[in-house]
């Protein structure tokens, strides 16, 4: 009888989280979908139909791959639930509102099969996570503001990153987030601009002093003639 009530109980809790996660999967409002050659796969490995949750987890994946500027791939190892949360805290205030979001890789890359970011796939192996954001953003400047924030984190790894149509790798990851900011860029390119005409300004002004010494020079041989 106690068994019969168990399950019972565990039948009725089970039921209508599955008719959630269904009716989440198939009630979200219409959102940009990533583009591929082939419709997108439904079937487990075992040729099996994908549970809710997964059909839940796909489409999640799908539309923040398809929607967000940018994505970061990331790779975590023994985050605890506090340092998790942190970071989510830290990148929703410093790095304009981004998101974590830890991901199943293998879905991941089911996801990203026949579709233009497919070599993206490859950087999913191992606990993997992404930042993404859900609104339009300043992309270059948003990842380095969430790579300066990942990088106080030493159990995280950077494996690449979605930018628009480009997809990066580490390295390319690492050089992006040594270069420098839009307004250093622009100090610079003003002070390459400033230069002659500072140095212009320089001659000019020395030039009368010069001058001036030279007639000095030939007064003087005149006087001795």
Known sequence: MLALTIQQTLRSFCVPLTRGLASAATS????????????????????????????????????????????????????????????RRSLKQTAQNAHLMVVRAKMMRAVLRDTRYANLSSVFTGPSAVIYWDSTVDGLAAMKLAITAVRKQKKLIVMGAKFGDLLLNQKMMHGFANLPSIDQLRAQVLGVVQAPAQQLTAVLARTPQRLVGVLAQMSDAKEQE
Request: glycine fraction near 2%.
């Open 28 to 87: 979200q409002p219409s959102a940009q979908k990533l583009e591929r050659t082939r419709a997108p796969k439904t079937l487990t490995t075992y040729k099996k139909p994908f549970t809710p949750r997964k059909q839940y987890l796909f489409n999640e994946y799908d539309t923040q791959l398809a929607n967000s500027p940018a994505v970061i791939v990331l790779q975590h190892y023994n985050l605890s639930g506090a340092e998790l949360q942190e970071l």
